[in-house]
C-alpha cells in the first residue's frame, strides 16, 4: 500500500507579500496594524509567517472602516471587542453594522472650486451666508468643506431668495434635535430586537450573512421611510393649519385674535 503523499501549504494560507496583494495595502501597514493588536498572529511554518481568511477579512475591514473616516483610535476599540477567532463572515457582518447608512458627499475645496460648484462668483459676503445657511463649512485659510450637492443648491436658493441666515440656523438645529432621537431610537430597536437576540443565540453562523443581508436592505428602506413621513406630516401640519389657523398676537395690544 502506497504511504500517503506528504500535505501540500494550505491555499489559502498566504505569506505577508500575498496579503499585502490580496488586500491592496503594503507589508509595512500590515506589521504596524498588527504590533497595535489590530491582527492576530499568523500562523508560524518554520520562520514564515502564514495568515488566513480571516486576516484578510479583519484587514479589508480595518482599510473600509478608515476610508469611511473611523479613527485608528476607533477602530481599535472597535476590533477589541471582537475575538480573534471572528471569521470573514462575522466581521462582514461588523462592517454592515457600521457602514454609514446614507452617503456623506463631503468635498473639500477652496475658494476657486466651491465658485466652480457653485456655477457662479462667489465674493465673501456671499461665502459667509453659505456658512450660515450651512451649505459649507470653512476648514482652513481658503478651504470649505461641501455639504453635499443638495445642501449647496438650497444654500444657493437662499441667497437668491434672501432669506435670513438665523432662520435656516434655526431650521438645522430643530431637524438635528429630532432625526437625532429618531436615529436613537431605532438604533435601540435594532439593537434590542434583532441584534441582542443574534448575540443571545450565540451568534450562529448561519445567520450573519442573512442578518448582513438584512441589514443592507434596512438601511434605504428606513431613510426613504423617513423622507415619505415627514412628507406625510407636513402636508398633514398643513391642513390642519389652514382649517385650524394659529392665533396671532397683536403688536399693539398683545392680545390675539384667530385667523
Same mark, same amino acid.
Given at each position: 500500500?502506497?504511504?500517503?503523499?506528504?500535505?501540500?501549504?494550505?491555499?489559502?494560507?498566504?505569506?505577508?507579500?500575498?496579503?499585502?496583494?490580496?488586500?491592496?495595502? #503594503?507589508?509595512?501597514?500590515?506589521?504596524?496594524?498588527?504590533?497595535?493588536?489590530?491582527?492576530?498572529?499568523?500562523?508560524?511554518?518554520?520562520?514564515?509567517?502564514?495568515?488566513?481568511?480571516?486576516?484578510?477579512?479583519?484587514?479589508?475591514?480595518?482599510?473600509?472602516?478608515?476610508?469611511?473616516?473611523?479613527?485608528?483610535?476607533?477602530?481599535?476599540?472597535?476590533?477589541?471587542?471582537?475575538?480573534?477567532?471572528?471569521?470573514?463572515?462575522?466581521?462582514?457582518?461588523?462592517?454592515?453594522?457600521?457602514?454609514?447608512?446614507?452617503? $456623506?458627499?463631503?468635498?473639500?475645496?477652496?475658494?476657486?472650486?466651491?465658485?466652480?460648484?457653485?456655477?457662479?462668483?462667489?465674493? $465673501?459676503?456671499?461665502?459667509?451666508?453659505?456658512?450660515?445657511?450651512?451649505?459649507?463649512?470653512?476648514?482652513?485659510?481658503?478651504?470649505?468643506?461641501?455639504?453635499?450637492?443638495?445642501?449647496?443648491?438650497?444654500?444657493?436658493?437662499?441667497?437668491?431668495?434672501?432669506?435670513?441666515?438665523?432662520?435656516?440656523?434655526?431650521?438645522?438645529?430643530?431637524?438635528?434635535?429630532?432625526?437625532?432621537?429618531?436615529?436613537?431610537?431605532?438604533?435601540?430597536?435594532?439593537?434590542?430586537?434583532?441584534?441582542?437576540?443574534?448575540?443571545?443565540?450565540?451568534?450562529?453562523? $448561519?445567520?450573519?450573512?442573512?442578518?448582513?443581508?438584512?441589514?443592507?436592505?434596512?438601511?434605504?428602506? #428606513?431613510?426613504?421611510?423617513?423622507?415619505?413621513?415627514?412628507?406625510?406630516?407636513?402636508?398633514?401640519?398643513?391642513? $390642519?393649519?389652514?382649517?385650524?389657523?394659529?392665533?396671532?398676537?397683536?403688536?399693539?395690544?398683545?392680545?390675539?385674535?384667530?385667523?
Amino acid at each position: 500500500m502506497a504511504a500517503p503523499a506528504p500535505a501540500g501549504p494550505d491555499p489559502e494560507l498566504l505569506t505577508v507579500d500575498q496579503l499585502a496583494a490580496r488586500t491592496g495595502t #503594503t507589508v509595512r501597514t500590515i506589521r504596524y496594524y498588527a504590533g497595535r493588536g489590530l491582527l492576530p498572529p499568523p500562523q508560524l511554518r518554520g520562520r514564515t509567517g502564514l495568515y488566513g481568511p480571516d486576516h484578510v477579512a479583519r484587514l479589508l475591514l480595518v482599510a473600509e472602516l478608515s476610508d469611511l473616516g473611523f479613527t485608528l483610535t476607533a477602530i481599535e476599540r472597535h476590533l477589541e471587542r471582537l475575538p480573534h477567532s471572528a471569521g470573514p463572515e462575522e466581521l462582514a457582518l461588523q462592517l454592515a453594522l457600521l457602514t454609514p447608512w446614507a452617503p $456623506e458627499q463631503l468635498d473639500e475645496v477652496d475658494h476657486a472650486g466651491l465658485e466652480a460648484k457653485a456655477g457662479r462668483r462667489l465674493d $465673501e459676503g456671499a461665502v459667509d451666508k453659505l456658512v450660515a445657511y450651512g451649505a459649507v463649512e470653512p476648514v482652513d485659510g481658503d478651504r470649505y468643506r461641501v455639504q453635499g450637492p443638495i445642501a449647496l443648491g438650497a444654500g444657493l436658493d437662499a441667497l437668491d431668495f434672501g432669506l435670513p441666515a438665523d432662520f435656516w440656523r434655526r431650521s438645522r438645529e430643530v431637524i438635528d434635535r429630532h432625526t437625532s432621537a429618531l436615529a436613537d431610537d431605532l438604533m435601540t430597536l435594532f439593537q434590542e430586537e434583532v441584534l441582542q437576540p443574534y448575540r443571545d443565540a450565540g451568534r450562529p453562523a $448561519e445567520q450573519r450573512s442573512r442578518l448582513a443581508a438584512a441589514l443592507s436592505r434596512l438601511k434605504p428602506v #428606513t431613510v426613504q421611510g423617513v423622507v415619505t413621513a415627514f412628507g406625510r406630516a407636513v402636508n398633514r401640519t398643513i391642513r $390642519e393649519r389652514s382649517e385650524h389657523p394659529p392665533a396671532r398676537r397683536s403688536p399693539q395690544t398683545g392680545a390675539t385674535s384667530g385667523g
